[in-house]
């Protein structure tokens, strides 16, 4: 579903980031017209958009912060597009503005890719028609590439179980430079192909019947309450499956009196608030109880750091 011969594609990554292999050569590969994104337009959304539009850009690589920004109002800055292939990535993705993108451009075809550089350059890929709000896979692992799912001693955890992410395959690197002692830590002998290594990610993911995996956050971000080990994108991936939220977060809150509570914050846009109760009840049909948090944070959008970033103690403020 790239770009067809003669169609035009556009590079959005600097040549020196391991993605714009990806960005480069797709569409060169299948004959189509590369364009180069000016530097000027990178932290300019609107701009950027009215150049695809002037070059009828029909494959592009949008990162999530620009997902989001056409979300706010997805009619207007969409119209005119040519859009048929959207590349992003899977960290922080924004799946239900990308389910409204879909709607307003029926033709278009998400492509996620997921991939540590230690893995240059993606290890796996998932092409969805038409995403759903919540979850939208990372896929299954590309050709020459392992991936295992599994717990703290290395075992294969079940289907739908929760496990972390082992990278094997040709695409491995050699290792940090001029750092043995990290190499040794994240590098390791793969217990299913004798010789051979993984690259211990960090990343958490839960397989699908389908064989396809879920990204669920990272392990350091696990949370442990009341003896109940809690990831919490998988009460993010509740929270946003609520009509009208358009994005969440989730912390562990340790200053209080007591004991630890989770926090939970939601951006809904233009919808109504909702009262602390009916985000339980609403909740409870989603989660179990230790996974319920303590409380929500309702809000029209999120806040942010300058860098962009949630803004978390103003969240717990």
């Known amino acids: 579903m790239g770009a067809a011969p003669g169609e035009p594609a556009s590079a959005w990554s600097s040549i020196g980031f391991d993605a714009s292999v990806h960005e480069l050569l797709m569409p060169l590969t299948t004959?189509?017209?590369?364009?180069?994104?000016?530097?000027?337009?990178?932290?300019?959304?609107?701009?950027?958009?009215?150049?695809?539009?002037?070059?009828?850009?029909?494959?592009?690589?949008?990162?999530?912060?620009?997902?989001?920004?056409?979300?706010?109002?997805?009619?207007?800055?969409?119209?005119g597009l040519s859009?048929?292939?959207?590349?992003?990535?899977?960290?922080?993705?924004?799946?239900?503005a990308l389910h409204r993108m879909c709607q307003q451009l029926p033709d278009l075809r998400i492509c996620f890719g997921y991939g540590p550089t230690e893995a240059t350059l993606y290890s796996t890929a998932y092409y969805d028609p038409q995403p759903l709000d919540r979850p939208c896979p990372i896929g299954r692992p590309l050709a020459g590439t392992r991936l295992y799912l599994l717990d703290d001693r290395m075992r294969p955890v079940p289907v739908g179980v929760v496990g972390e992410v082992y990278?094997?395959?040709?695409?491995?690197?050699?290792?940090?430079?001029?750092?043995?002692?990290?190499?040794?830590?994240?590098?390791?002998?793969?217990?299913?192909?004798?010789g051979a290594r993984v690259y211990r990610t960090g990343d958490l993911a839960r397989r699908l019947p389908?064989?396809?995996?879920?990204?669920?956050?990272?392990?350091?971000?696990?949370?442990?309450?009341?003896?109940?080990?809690?990831e919490p994108a998988e009460i993010?991936?509740?929270?946003?499956?609520?009509?009208?939220?358009?994005?969440?977060?989730?912390?562990?809150?340790?200053?209080?009196?007591?004991?630890?509570?989770l926090v939970a914050g939601v951006g809904r846009g233009e919808?109504?608030?909702?009262?602390?109760?009916?985000?339980?009840?609403?909740?409870?049909?989603?989660?179990?109880?230790?996974?319920?948090?303590?409380?929500?944070?309702?809000?029209?959008?999120?806040?942010?750091?300058?860098?962009?970033?949630?803004?978390?103690?103003e969240l717990l403020r």
Do not use: C
């Open 83 to 96: 859009l048929r292939q959207v590349l992003t990535g899977v960290k922080s993705l924004p799946e239900a």
């Open 167 to 194: 990278l094997g395959g040709a695409s491995l690197a050699a290792g940090y430079l001029h750092r043995p002692d990290l190499t040794e830590e994240r590098f390791l002998p793969d217990p299913f192909v004798p």
């Open 210 to 230: 389908d064989g396809n995996a879920v990204y669920l956050g990272r392990a350091d971000d696990q949370v442990k309450l009341r003896g109940f080990r809690i």
């Open 236 to 261: 993010e991936a509740a929270l946003l499956a609520v009509p009208g939220v358009r994005e969440a977060s989730v912390l562990l809150d340790r200053d209080t009196g007591d004991e630890p509570r």
């Open 271 to 313: 919808t109504p608030a909702r009262a602390p109760h009916e985000w339980r009840a609403l909740l409870t049909d989603l989660l179990p109880d230790y996974m319920i948090p303590a409380v929500v944070v309702d809000l029209p959008s999120l806040p942010l750091s300058r860098s962009g970033k949630l803004d978390r103690e």
């Open 31 to 79: 004959g189509g017209e590369l364009h180069l994104v000016p530097d000027d337009l990178r932290g300019d959304p609107e701009a950027l958009l009215h150049w695809m539009r002037e070059h009828r850009v029909v494959q592009a690589f949008l990162p999530p912060s620009y997902i989001k920004w056409i979300d706010e109002d997805p009619g207007k800055r969409l119209h």
